[in-house]
């Protein structure tokens, strides 16, 4: 064997996720561990972008952003207990956003 000096990385196989993505099961909504919000905001260009900004420092565990023609729009986020209320605030102060609900108690 020559050794040419090219070096040869050694890399994890894929495995594929344990549960399928897409939407939770009706089962998961109602996890205690998990903390849900939903933000009603105007949609513009830019707006999930700044969205994600936001949450970057978040431990979120779904985030679902859904636009209309009619520019609205809908944010779903689910994160833990422990952060929801920082979220909430963190959303709240977006410029765009007009309303957000917490769908489930810490």
Partial sequence: MVDDG??????????????????????????????????????????????????????????TYTSTDLGAATVEVSVHPRDAARVEARLRRLVEVTEVTRLSAD
Avoid at 35 to 55: E, I, N, P, W, Y
């Fill in 6 to 63: 090219a070096q040869v990385l050694d890399v994890a196989r894929y495995v594929p996720p344990a549960r399928p993505l897409g939407p939770p099961d009706r089962s998961r909504t109602a996890d205690p561990e998990i903390a849900h919000l939903v933000a009603r905001m105007r949609h513009h260009r830019g707006s999930l972008a700044r969205v994600a900004t936001v949450l970057n420092n978040h431990g979120v565990h779904r985030l």
